[in-house]
């Protein structure tokens, strides 16, 4: 790949703003140096363009360009069943999601619904996810063939479950064990792509079932961790039924070996003390999914003590208990239930939200030295947000007293119809206008 010179307004947090205040940098005519898919020097155009005259520019001027989003909890084979509204969890995975799941028996139905998944995530601008996969190791094998097709940096593994979903969906801790391991040797590390071992959640899965993911998460010492936690009061219940010797939901993955910084668990949205205290003390990150908190009624995620314990916070989508693929609408959600929630709450700026939607979700996943940021030695992953004229944002745009104040209008009422295009490694990979990339 030949040298560029983007020029445009870019927006990037290599740093917390929970921890750094100002951490927002904004470059208003700003430009970033990117040779072989990575970024070579950032910063002002004027100056790049100066230190380089020979690279082509390429201008973006007239929107924002931001990081790709990074999505760090979304589920493959719920995209055809988003909108299943007015349930609570447990009946919504009966009724809904569980058989729907089933149907990606069928590999040629998986590889459909693979196609429709990564098309819903990059038309996001979703760069990066954590994908919770499908129960049957066949529809994984797809999915990695079809992520690798568009681009997708994907995490991602064979979600595994022994009780109280549907038979088809079940399966023992041996073939857990066996099918795992052959998707980890065919797929861990190859392109782009990484292995997640996905437990589906405690209450559907036996000590057996989380010993063989443990064993797992032994041999391949760079696998990465998924699961649920603590999601809906009932389910908190019935897990505490199931393991009557655990301490609490995390205890069960705890006493099996599989909470570390390799690990990210989603909702944690009636979390103790002592399960906070061991998430930071094990760098073990949560996803929290606004979206679909609040479509299944799962309650209110409490942000403020996530932080103020140290675990690392980052955003999902959760599709498709979540309502869409959004990043943008995730972290609008994120911030209208944190305002609703009152002293509990925390007021979540701009920077904030570009953080929970970006580098956040990099560090959750153990990728900081490679995505989140326009830093120099960073993999040019992006997203170009220009609305179409005569559209409410590109008023905002157009009309906006400072690019801090547009990203806050981008998150406010930003859809996947004002992305213009998604770089990952360099690559176009998803374009509005064709011939712009
Ligand atoms: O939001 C959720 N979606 C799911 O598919 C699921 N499975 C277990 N727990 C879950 N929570
Ligand atoms: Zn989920």
Known sequence: ????????????????????????????????????????????????????????VADRRGGL???????????????????????????WLEECALP????????????????????????????TALVFGSHFASAVDVFF?????????????????????????????????????ALIERWHGV???????????????????????????TEFPD?????????????????RGLFPGARDYLDTYERAGLVSHRGVLAHNLHPSDRELGVLAERGCAVAHCPCSNSALGSGFFPLRRHLAAGVQVALGSDVGGGTGFSLLKEGL???????????????????????????????ALGLEAQVGSFEPGQQFDAVHLQPLPGTPLDAVFRHAASPERALAAAFATGTPADIAGVWIGGQPVQARVQGRL
């Open 65 to 91: 360009l931001l990081p790709g989003f990074i999505d760090t909890h979304v589920h493959l084979p719920q995209v055809r069943v988003i909108g299943g509204l007015g349930l609570p969890l447990l009946a």
């Open 333 to 363: 959600q994120a911030h209208f239930m944190q305002n609703l929630m009152g002293e509990a709450g925390v007021l979540l700026s701009p920077a904030h939200l570009l953080y929970l939607a970006t580098r956040a979700g990099a560090q």
């Open 223 to 239: 696998v990465r961790f998924t699961s649920h936690i603590n999601e809906n009061v009932r389910e908190v219940e019935v897990v």
């Open 1 to 56: 790949m030949t040298p560029v010179l983007y020029r445009a307004t870019f927006l990037h947090t290599p740093e917390s703003p929970f921890t750094h205040p100002g951490a927002l940098r904004v470059h208003e005519d700003g430009g970033l140096l990117v040779s072989g898919g990575v970024i070579q020097a950032s910063g002002d155009f004027a100056a790049l363009h100066a230190a380089h005259p020979e690279v082509p």
């Open 145 to 181: 063939e079809e992520a690798a097709r568009v681009g997708l940096r994907a995490v991602a593994g064979q979600v595994v479950s022994d009780r109280l979903l549907r038979d088809e969906l079940h399966t023992t801790p041996e073939r857990a064990y066996a099918e795992g391991k």
């Open 100 to 127: 729907e799941e089933a149907r990606l028996a069928n590999p040629t139905y998986a590889r459909a619904v693979a196609q429709d998944f990564l098309a819903g995530l990059l038309g996001a601008g979703t760069t």
């Open 191 to 217: 392109g782009r792509a990484l292995y997640a071992v996905t437990p589906r959640f405690s209450l559907s899965a036996s000590e057996g079932i989380l010993a063989a993911c443990a064993a797992l998460m």
